[in-house]
């Protein structure tokens, strides 16, 4: 007996008399399809140590400005990571970072600098964020001010991996705080997992 294989199930996609898709598919996230494109990216604060007292420090800043490709400018950010440190002396509360939208004033404008960690996700890859997106580290007292005001304010002690899905149009900005909730003194980083729009893949 000869089986024969519908070529459309081998090699693509058929649509049944009840119009049911068939097909065979291979799942993968749409950060890891970004990667494999090249347009994947890393932004991570790097370690800013010696944040001290009950107020908010501004931790990152991040703006998009991006060039269309095929159409398209947009960066969509899958997720935010946040740690903070051992925190010293009086504990008052949990740490609690504030995400901005469109960050319009602060020194980590004014007294910008750069972050420690600006990296493509396809370590073979050669693709770059353009030189005018910017992204930007705070440090202990630094300020960040948002006339949009606040997005999300998350609170947690250690290492916190938040899917907190942002889209970022080209001129669009986001912004991270920490107020660490201590008397005495730690360290803390941000970092921004996210890619680029692809045109091409657009319904």
């Known amino acids: 007996m000869t089986v024969t294989r519908d070529p459309f199930l081998l090699y693509g996609q058929r649509v049944d ?3 049911d898709a068939h097909t065979n598919a291979i799942t993968e996230s749409q950060f890891t399809a970004a990667a494999l494109k090249d347009g994947a990216y890393n932004i991570n604060t ?3 140590t010696g944040l001290t007292g009950t ?3 501004s931790i990152l800043y991040f703006k998009n400005d991006e060039s269309p490709s ?9 997720a935010v990571a946040l740690w903070t440190g051992t925190r010293s002396a009086t504990v008052t509360d949990d740490p609690v970072w504030t995400i901005y939208r469109n960050p319009d004033g602060g020194d980590i404008i004014s007294d910008a600098t750069a972050v420690g960690i600006n990296s493509n996700s396809d370590f073979g890859g050669n693709s770059t964020l ?8 705070g440090k202990n007292g630094g ?6 005001g606040s997005h999300a304010i998350i609170s947690g002690t250690g290492r916190i991996f938040a899917g907190v899905p942002i889209v970022l149009h080209r001129g669009s900005k986001i912004g991270i705080s920490v107020d660490i909730n201590t008397s005495g003194a730690c360290q803390a980083y941000a970092a ?4 680029k729009v692809d045109g091409k893949s657009i319904v």
Not at 71 to 78: A, C, F, L, P, V
Not at 130 to 137: G, S, V
């Open 192 to 195: 921004l997992i996210m890619r």
């Open 17 to 19: 008399g009840n119009g």
């Open 130 to 137: 353009a030189t005018t997106t910017l992204a930007y580290k």
């Open 143 to 148: 300020t960040i001010t948002s006339t949009e």
């Open 55 to 57: 107020a908010g420090h």
């Open 46 to 48: 790097g370690l800013i």
């Open 70 to 78: 095929n159409g398209e400018s947009r960066i969509i950010i899958d």
